[in-house]
Each structure stands twice: as structure tokens, then as C-alpha cells.
């Protein structure tokens, strides 16, 4: 840059990059937002959100609103209970949910399982019992 020359307007500039290096005609990234969902961990899909919501311009209102609409259910509905107002109330409830739910599903599994000698002597008593209270 010479002396005396001024940097380009930000918005000039943000343009001028993403004529140049854009995905052209076909690069969509309202639809990319609209159609991304869940598929794995928190983590992922908020990095995927937050790469497309930059190449945007959304109110934060509607951000809120798409970033929820396509959390995994059981989060989805937790988290919208709450009525985040920002982004980042939305993520922190979210990644709450989801560690709240790998818990309860990790607590959820027997710890004990009853040994299968036990389960068998078990079903040949109730059988033996039942064919003595029938009379044969």
C-alpha cells in the first residue's frame, strides 16, 4: 500500500472477498442454515452453525430460533423451555441438556444383571409349580 492511500470500507471489502472467494452462484448459506440439523455432538453442530450464521446477516431473534429448530428432541425441547434470548444462552442450555441426558442415560443401565443359572432355575420353579397347581 503506498503512502497517503486508505484502507477500504469494511463492508467494500467483506463484498469484494466474497465475490472473489465465494462458492459463486450456487452458495446459499441461508438454505445451508435452514437445512442443517443435529446429527452428533453439540460441539459440531454449533462450530457448523457458527460458520454459516458469519456469512450472514440474521436477527438475533431468528438465530436463536434456527439453532434451536434443529437441536436432537430430547435437547430441543429442554432448551426451548427456557426461552433463550441470545445465542449464547441457547448454546450454554444446550450443552447443559446434553451432558444432563449422556448422564441419565449412562444411570439408566442396570448395573447388575442376575446371573442366567439364577434366571434358569427361576423359570423351571415357576413351571414346576404351575404344572402342580394345574394337577398334571
Known amino acids: 500500500m503506498k503512502v497517503g492511500e486508505r484502507w477500504p470500507e469494511w463492508g467494500y471489502y467483506k463484498r469484494a472477498i466474497i465475490y472473489r472467494f465465494g462458492g459463486g452462484a450456487f452458495d446459499d448459506p441461508l438454505t445451508d442454515l435452514m437445512k442443517l440439523r443435529q446429527l452428533g455432538i453439540m460441539e459440531q453442530y454449533q462450530e457448523k452453525f457458527d460458520a454459516l450464521l458469519t456469512r450472514i446477516d440474521l436477527l438475533v431473534n431468528h438465530a436463536v430460533s434456527y439453532f434451536l429448530s434443529a437441536l436432537i428432541g430430547e435437547i430441543h425441547t429442554a432448551v426451548r423451555m427456557f426461552r433463550p434470548q441470545t445465542l449464547h444462552e441457547a448454546y450454554c442450555l444446550a450443552k447443559l441438556q446434553e451432558a444432563t ?36
Open 101 to 136: 441426558f449422556a448422564s441419565t442415560t449412562r444411570r439408566a443401565k442396570p448395573i447388575l444383571e442376575r446371573p442366567p443359572s439364577l434366571m434358569r432355575s427361576f423359570g423351571s420353579q415357576s413351571r414346576t409349580s404351575q404344572a402342580a397347581s394345574s394337577g398334571f
